[in-house]
């Protein structure tokens, strides 16, 4: 972190601008592109989902994912009542489902707006995924802001034709076949 960020006080003690190095960081992740997913969970703390890139692999043995997710959120009561979610990778022509899952829009709209099936763990799952990893929550760690969901693989649909939607410098972009 730029240690310039620091401001100093009268006795010259340097204190760092809390809201200064938030919007650092928040800038320079706009550098790392990511892939768009729909994280979506249903249960018995009710039918949720939202827009997430905040997703990665944590190993394959046993297959495990993760999923940050903030606290505040609406949806957090539901995910974490209900422990199980489904990670639903989305393809380059999902920008406006990303859009409707990342904002303030009612829950049944959100649904209203694409077609869902259930595998294992009766998460919804999108039909039209890139591909779907069914899970069930087996550890969380809080950590600022957020919690670190950690997500055993449970079932997993996938196809095969498609092009990613990856969100790189506040926008989203395609995702092709060709090499860089
Ligand atoms: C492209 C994109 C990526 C996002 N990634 C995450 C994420 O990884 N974790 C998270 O908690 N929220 C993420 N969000 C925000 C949530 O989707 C948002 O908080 C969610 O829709 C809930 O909003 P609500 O609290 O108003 O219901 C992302 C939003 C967008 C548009």
């Not at 069930?136 to 950590?143: E, H, K, T």
């Not at 802001?145 to 790189?168: N, P, Q």
């Amino acid at each position: 972190m730029n240690m310039k960020m620091s401001v100093a006080i009268e006795d010259a003690t340097p204190v760092v601008d809390a809201e200064a190095v938030r919007f650092e960081f928040r800038d320079a992740m706009s550098r790392m592109a990511a892939a768009v997913n729909i994280v979506t969970s249903n249960g018995p703390g009710g039918l949720a989902g939202f827009a997430a890139t905040a997703v990665c692999s944590v190993t394959d043995s046993p297959p495990t994912l993760l999923v940050c997710l903030n606290r505040s959120a609406s949806v957090y009561p539901a995910v974490t009542a209900n422990g199980v979610l489904c990670v639903n990778v989305l393809s380059d022509g999902h920008q406006d489902l990303s859009r409707l899952f990342g904002g303030k829009t009612p829950v049944e709209e959100r649904f209203a707006a694409a077609a869902w099936s259930e595998l294992a763990t009766g998460s919804p799952v999108l039909e039209d995924a890139l591909v779907s990893f069914d899970c069930r929550i087996v550890r969380r760690a809080d950590v600022g802001t957020h919690d670190v969901l950690m997500c055993e693989v449970e079932a997993i649909r996938r196809r095969d034709d498609g092009h990613g939607l990856v969100y790189f410098d506040r926008d989203y972009h395609r995702a092709g076949p060709g090499k860089a």
